[in-house]
């Protein structure tokens, strides 16, 4: 099954991405370079702002939602 990467929402990943060094970069800071901390601190905020951005009504901003999935005829 081909990938077609025009069908990736960027501005999503981009958004997602962000998200993710913001998280590392406070998990770092606030565990005061203790990696094991830090990383578990930046895998609970990542999730904290994952859930807030993508479940928290923006009625201002569009969410991407999948609206369906097709597969091919096989």
Do not use: C, E, K, Q
Request: glycine fraction near 8%; charge should be positive; aromatic fraction near 14%.
């Amino acid at each position: 099954m081909p990938f077609d990467i025009s069908t990736v929402n960027w501005s999503y990943v981009a958004l997602m991405g962000v998200f993710a060094f913001i998280a590392a970069l406070l998990g770092s800071v606030i565990s005061l370079r203790s990696r094991i901390v830090g990383s578990i601190i930046a895998g609970v905020l990542f999730a904290v702002i994952f859930v807030a951005w993508n479940y928290y009504p923006h009625p201002m901003i569009p969410l991407p939602v999948v609206s369906g999935f097709s597969t091919p005829n096989g």
